[in-house]
């Protein structure tokens, strides 16, 4: 029998079949039972389907695409229709869920103490994102010291349109900073606690987010009101923490870490900022500060680790003339760095949702495969 007979002889269920073999490497369910496949048609021996990947940012997606194509030639299909599409899955307690109807994940970075460049990793992050397709909103919940703005480069003042405040646009970011309604760019933002945590909320609540796959909030350092605030009034997806290789901000990143399993957050995991040195010459990677020190933390406390980023004067630069380094230098080893780091927290974020969607039901919760799969054959 010739391929063309036997590729208009296989039929959904032999497709589906085949397909459950494909296992997502990080959820480690297969695709079928995930409702990753949608819309299947077979017609003259015609296989079309969409894949619904679970972010767009998955550093697997490459890889699961390849892994369908080739359970498909595995049953003999030679003509296959594949369309490749992503949506976020919803990382947030649906108990809370009014709150931010419209945002699928919450993710705060945080840090135990200051000089650590944690906003620096915020803004990179949250532009990696959404280079990816993702629709990603970043709020700079640093209201002591708020510096988003200079690191974009956004100079202007917010809208108001029905009492709620219009996020800036910036590099397809949806931003909202303190820094945007100081009357002058020196000056501090002197607070007490119960102002912190009011605002905080007002910048939640009462900004026009719309609809998010990601929003990501740069916390002020420390564990004071801000973070307390958030970690227990707002359904977050969960923290991440960044760290820096020396043993004090080690320790301090610990702290952090101790607080937030008190309050019951979820941890995405540990970002080692300022890791290396990497030689312009000899490319030889110098660890100024130490090395290994995050890997450590995440060893310890069993928190994943999500990669390191290096240090290197275009970074700093970057953030000093409001243009980010992963969108003024694209093919840079540091964008790179961003780059793969941002992937790996967003498939560590997919997970943490299937987990969250095997307690509890989401609020749009996925139909069974029979009811959500468009099955025809002809």
């Not at 620096?120 to 280079?131: E, H, M, R």
């Not at 977050?236 to 309050?263: D, R, S, W, Y």
């Not at 406390?301 to 694209?330: A, R, W, Y």
Request: proline share 5%.
């Amino acid at each position: 029998m010739c391929e063309s007979d036997l590729s208009r002889m296989v039929t959904a269920d032999q497709v589906m079949s085949s397909l459950r073999k494909v296992v997502d490497p990080e959820l480690h369910k297969d695709i079928v039972s995930m409702g990753m496949i949608k819309d299947l048609e077979i017609t003259d021996g015609k296989v079309g389907f969409t894949l619904q990947l679970t972010t767009p940012a998955c550093p697997f997606n490459s890889e699961i695409e390849q892994d369908v194509r080739n359970s498909m030639e595995s049953i003999g299909v030679k003509d296959l229709n594949l369309k490749v599409t992503a949506r976020v899955m919803e990382g947030r307690a649906i108990s809370l869920d009014q709150i931010l109807p419209g945002v699928m994940n919450i993710v705060a970075v945080a840090s135990g103490k200051g000089g650590v460049g944690k906003t620096t990793v915020s803004v990179n992050l949250a532009l990696s994102l959404a280079k990816t397709g993702a629709r990603v909103g970043l709020l700079d919940a640093d209201i002591y010291g708020p510096s988003v703005p200079l690191m974009l480069g956004i100079s202007q003042t917010p809208e108001v349109t029905n009492n709620k405040i219009q996020p800036i646009m910036s590099h397809d970011l949806k931003v909202v900073s303190m820094g945007f309604f100081y009357e002058q760019s020196q000056q501090a933002g002197i607070y007490r606690g119960p102002i912190v945590s009011g605002i905080v909320k007002q910048f939640l609540t009462d900004v026009n987010w719309g609809e998010l796959d990601y929003l990501i909030i740069d916390l002020p350092p420390g564990t004071g009101d801000a973070p307390l605030t958030l970690a227990q009034t707002i359904p977050i997806t969960g923290i991440l923490i960044v760290t820096t290789p020396q043993e004090v901000a080690m320790n301090v990143a610990v702290k952090a870490l101790g607080m937030f399993n008190k309050l019951n957050v979820p941890i995405v995991g540990i970002v080692e900022n300022m890791s290396y040195f990497l030689c312009p010459h000899c490319q030889q990677q110098i660890y100024i500060f130490g090395k290994g020190g995050g890997k450590r933390v995440s060893e310890k406390f069993n928190v994943p680790f999500m990669g390191e980023i290096p240090l290197h004067s275009q970074i700093m630069e970057g953030s000093d003339l409001g243009e980010p380094v992963t969108i003024s230098k694209t093919g840079s080893i540091e964008t790179k760095a961003f780059t793969d780091v941002a992937k790996t927290i967003a498939g560590r974020i997919s997970v943490i949702a299937a987990t969250m969607k095997d307690e509890e039901s989401p609020r749009d919760e996925q139909k069974t495969e029979t009811e959500s799969q468009n099955l025809s054959q002809s």
